[in-house]
């Protein structure tokens, strides 16, 4: 068996500090003192006050394994952003659990979501991974894998062929005594999103295990916050649709050392496969200081320095003078959230096109010889882009002069200070404007309107069929509208059953946000067909076929403009709601895809529920169902200002 989880990380702590595990390795700004000495909440409830609260109990792992099997648990992603345990460090804690090792608590709240109960995970999200993924041959210990004969679930699963037992398999006596093993759990109750966030920070400000950002983020409730988590999300390739997920398909969208296991690979990380940062750099959410100081530096009116206590200020954990975290906000009050994710996403999509087109990553891109520790160049390019691209509204005119311009640039012509946690204003200011200078002869002017939600679709796209694996509910792919026989006739009855999903997805509740996709494909058959009949050639991306809708222009003027005009009248001519239609219209994009021309449209709740042909109707998984007349009134309760 593999050796037992370190003692020490229990050793030396307060009970809260040692429950922790966010995160194994330290961060360089950590060890500060705790951000609130008092032993309160935000609103001056005291946790001796919260702990009335609380229910403590132990529970066998089969117990718990029942629950997530019945999507008991949930992950809250405004703090719980990834799973970020190596196979090790899952093996070791499973080891713990065969030798009778006593393992820290694990603390839930108990939620209401869909209208079912469910325990939200505030503190044991890798600990119950590690359970879980093990029980279900995800992983071995000690090369041997659990015996899927052992409890009733998981033969059952092996028996419907979800799951398979891979060999060796580990004695079954073992697998028994891991399966009777009592996990101790303690379960809050409290309605209040804000006292679980606070109870989350107060858990992990006194130790060692979560990084400052992820105290930050956890201790945020602001749009900056929010913004930070998703543009960071974006760029890392584990984005999620909604904030509350299922922990059973948390691995679809967190981050993975397997490379052949779920969710994204570790070495395809933007950061990682560059070389800008290490991986334990990017577990300790290093990435999101980087993104956090780059938005900060596209909205603020002046450059603001790089250093700690200047993040700190924008997420208002220090008071100063000139209330940063007041101006941050009032800022991206003014320039709109998702604008500026969108402008975000687009220069971080034309650095991503120039490094490929290069055909090296950035290090070797921007040095002659290999450096460590390189952010503050990606930073720098970054807002040299940002200047051109969009302050001066130019756009690039050759990517491969462009990509020729940054060969050696950071040796050439980039002077940035180093040591020490702070990069001042000033130095970011005249390397920005260096390398801007360097690059704006290579540059034209936009002659023309510029959608960049448009240009930085392709990325987007990307990002949102990974998310698409997890949360089956908020997305509709299909590979077209046409019949996939030789008449290649439209498919009534396929538009219909469109329109009634993008119905139910608006109905998942207020402030969801879903996707329909044309030109994905999410079965192999139907991307076979459309390969025979059209000689197209999907392309396989994360499982899903990028077949395009390329191959239907013919019958509606042989060009994309035809297209979207015939889109435009089924959507039209339809019954779906109008506020909702004229919503979805105004959102459609054409996307330029793997060389396939697919379509997205976005589709946003409204404050209310919506009706498609005087029926109402709701996403189960991946399928849309018609809701009965005796549960409208719970389809009623999921927008409480109607109440």
């Known amino acids: 068996m593999a050796k037992p989880l370190p003692t020490k990380r229990a050793l030396g702590k307060t009970p809260q500090a040692a429950s922790s595990d966010c995160d194994l390795a330290q961060h360089p700004t950590q060890g500060a003192e705790p951000l609130d000495p008092q032993p309160g909440t935000s609103d001056g409830t005291t946790l001796a006050e919260l702990s009335g609260n609380l229910i403590v109990r132990g529970e066998t792992v089969q117990t718990l394994y029942s629950s997530y099997v019945g999507s008991?648990?949930?992950?809250?992603?405004?703090?719980?952003?990834?799973?970020?345990?190596?196979?090790?460090?899952?093996?070791?804690?499973?080891?713990?659990?065969?030798?009778?090792?006593?393992?820290?608590?694990?603390?839930?709240?108990?939620?209401?979501?869909?209208?079912a109960p469910r325990l939200e995970i505030i503190d044991g999200l890798q600990r119950l991974n590690s359970i879980f993924a093990f029980i279900e041959n995800e992983y071995s210990v000690a090369g041997k894998y659990f015996d899927l004969e052992t409890l009733a679930e998981t033969k059952f699963l092996r028996d419907q062929e979800i799951l398979t037992q891979q060999q060796p398999i580990l004695e079954r006596r073992d697998c028994v005594r891991i399966a009777n093993y009592v996990v101790p759990i303690s379960t809050y109750r409290t309605p209040d999103d804000t006292v679980i966030e606070e109870v989350f920070r107060r858990i992990n400000a006194n130790g060692r295990y979560l990084s400052r950002q992820e105290i930050r983020q956890a201790g945020a409730i602001s749009n900056f916050a929010d913004l930070v988590r998703e543009v960071s999300c974006f760029v890392r390739g584990d984005a999620s649709v909604?904030?509350?997920?299922?922990?059973?398909?948390?691995?679809?969208?967190?981050?993975?050392?397997?490379?052949?296991g779920?969710?994204?690979?570790?070495?395809?990380?933007?950061?990682?496969?560059?070389?800008?940062?290490?991986?334990?750099?990017?577990?300790?959410?290093?990435?999101?200081?980087?993104?956090?100081?780059?938005?900060?530096?596209?909205?603020?009116?002046?450059?603001?320095?790089?250093?700690?206590?200047?993040?700190?200020?924008?997420?208002?954990l220090v008071d100063t003078k000139d209330r940063r975290s007041d101006r941050i906000e009032a800022a991206l009050q003014r320039e709109d959230p998702e604008s500026v994710k969108l402008r975000f996403q687009y220069i971080h999509s034309e650095i991503e096109k120039i490094l490929t087109v290069s055909g090296k990553n950035f290090v070797q891109l921007f040095f002659k010889k290999t450096r460590q520790r390189v952010p503050r160049y990606y930073s720098t390019l970054f807002l040299a882009m940002f200047e051109l691209l969009i302050s001066r509204n130019r756009q690039i005119d050759d990517y491969q002069k462009f990509a020729k311009a940054l060969d050696g640039i950071g040796d050439r012509v980039m002077k940035i200070t180093g040591g020490g946690g702070t990069w001042s204003a000033e130095n970011k200011r005249d390397n920005v404007a260096a390398v801007a200078g360097v690059l704006e002869e290579l540059t034209v002017p936009v002659t023309s309107g510029r959608d960049v939600l448009l240009e930085a679709n392709e990325s987007k796209v990307d990002r949102l069929l990974q998310a698409a694996l997890a949360e089956h509910g908020l997305f509709e792919l299909k590979q077209g509208l046409h019949r996939l026989d030789e008449t290649a006739n439209l498919d009534k009855e396929?538009?219909?059953?469109?329109?009634?999903?993008?119905?139910?997805?608006?109905?998942?509740?207020?402030?969801?946000?879903?996707?329909?996709?044309?030109?994905?494909?999410?079965?192999?058959?139907?991307?076979?067909?459309?390969?025979?009949?059209?000689?197209?050639q999907p392309v396989n991306v994360r499982g899903f076929y990028i077949t395009g809708v390329d191959h239907e222009f013919k019958y509606h003027g042989h060009d994309l403009d035809g297209y979207q005009i015939f889109l435009k009248e089924q959507f039209t001519n339809s019954d779906l709601d109008d506020e909702l239609r004229s919503q979805v219209l105004r959102d459609l994009r054409p996307v330029r895809f793997h060389g396939h021309t697919v379509i997205l449209a976005t589709i946003k709740a409204l404050n209310r529920p919506v009706a498609y042909k005087n029926k109402w109707f709701e996403r189960q998984g991946p399928s849309t169902e018609e809701i009965a007349t005796r549960d409208i009134g719970r389809l009623f309760a999921r927008f409480p200002t109607l109440s």
């Open 72 to 115: 008991g648990f949930v992950v809250n992603r405004r703090y719980q952003r990834k799973l970020v345990w190596s196979t090790t460090e899952k093996a070791d804690f499973i080891d713990s659990l065969a030798k009778q090792f006593p393992v820290p608590l694990i603390l839930t709240a108990e939620r209401v979501i869909d209208s």
């Open 242 to 260: 909604r904030t509350s997920v299922q922990l059973t398909k948390m691995p679809e969208i967190s981050i993975t050392d397997d490379l052949n």
């Open 262 to 316: 779920r969710g994204v690979y570790i070495e395809t990380i933007f950061w990682i496969q560059h070389k800008i940062l290490e991986k334990d750099q990017v577990r300790e959410s290093r990435d999101e200081e980087i993104v956090a100081d780059l938005l900060a530096s596209m909205i603020l009116d002046s450059m603001p320095r790089y250093a700690s206590e200047t993040l700190d200020q924008y997420y208002g």
């Open 494 to 536: 396929r538009v219909d059953r469109v329109l009634e999903t993008v119905s139910a997805i608006a109905n998942d509740g207020p402030n969801a946000v879903g996707y329909l996709i044309l030109g994905v494909a999410d079965k192999k058959k139907d991307a076979d067909r459309v390969q025979a009949l059209y000689s197209t």
